[in-house]
C-alpha cells in the first residue's frame, strides 16, 4: 500500500503551455533584467517640451521623456522633472517595470535553458526574504523572472517558493509590492480557475 503521506511533497501540478494564460514571450532574457544602459540602447527616445502647473513660468525649462521599446511595443513616460535627463532616468524604470509585468521570457521551471545573467540574478536572490526595495535596481528584474515562474505555474506561489528557496509569503508579499504585477497574478490565477490572492 502507498504511503498517503508521500503525497503530501509532491510539487503542485503544473499546467501544459497551451493550457496557459497567452501572454507576449520574449527569448531569454527577459529585457527587464538588462543592464538599464543596455536597455536604454534599445529604445526610441523622444522628448518633448511641457510646461507644468502654475502658469507659462512654471518649469518652463522642462523636457518630458517618451521610451519607446520596439520589440514588445512597450512604451513609458516621465514629464514631471524640471530636468530631461531625471525625466528620461524615471521614464526607463517605469519602462522596465512595464516590461516585467507585461512581458514573459521561459522559465527554467519549464525546463528551458536561461541567460548566465538570469542564472546569476537567480542564484543572488534565492534563499533570501525577497524585501526588495523600490530603490533596488534588481527589483524589475526579479519581479520579471518571479512572473515567468508564476505563468508557469499557474499562479501558485507554492510552486515557486522552492525554486526560490524561499516562503510562499515572501513571494506574494514580493508581487504584492507592485500593484500590477499583483494584478496579473491574478489574472493568471482566474484564467487557471484559482481564487484570487488577497
Not at 18 to 34: D, G, K, N, S, Y
Request: aromatic fraction near 4%; charged fraction near 25%.
Amino acid at each position: 500500500m502507498a504511503d498517503s503521506s508521500s503525497h503530501a511533497h509532491e510539487p503542485p501540478e503544473i499546467p501544459e503551455p497551451e493550457q496557459r494564460l497567452p501572454v507576449v514571450l520574449v527569448a531569454t532574457p527577459h529585457p527587464a533584467i538588462l543592464h538599464p544602459d543596455k536597455l536604454l540602447e534599445n529604445c526610441g527616445l523622444r522628448t518633448q517640451r511641457r510646461s507644468g502647473p502654475g502658469g507659462q513660468h512654471r518649469n518652463k525649462t522642462s523636457s518630458g521623456a517618451f521610451l519607446h521599446y520596439p520589440p514588445t511595443n512597450t512604451t513609458a513616460e516621465a514629464t514631471e522633472r524640471r530636468s530631461q535627463a531625471d525625466n528620461r532616468k524615471i521614464a526607463l524604470e517605469r519602462l522596465r517595470f512595464r516590461l516585467a509585468v507585461e512581458v514573459r521570457s521561459p522559465s527554467p521551471m519549464d525546463g528551458h535553458k536561461v541567460s548566465v545573467d538570469e542564472m546569476e540574478l537567480r542564484k543572488r536572490f534565492q534563499g533570501k526574504p525577497l524585501k526588495i526595495s523600490d530603490r533596488n535596481s534588481d527589483k524589475p528584474a526579479v519581479l520579471a523572472l518571479l512572473l515567468n515562474d508564476l505563468h508557469v505555474c499557474g499562479g501558485q506561489p507554492s510552486a515557486v517558493g522552492p525554486a526560490w528557496h524561499t516562503s510562499t509569503s515572501g513571494i506574494v508579499r514580493l508581487i504584492k509590492s507592485h500593484p500590477t504585477a499583483f494584478t496579473f497574478l491574478n489574472r493568471i490565477r482566474q484564467h487557471h480557475n484559482r481564487l484570487p490572492l488577497r
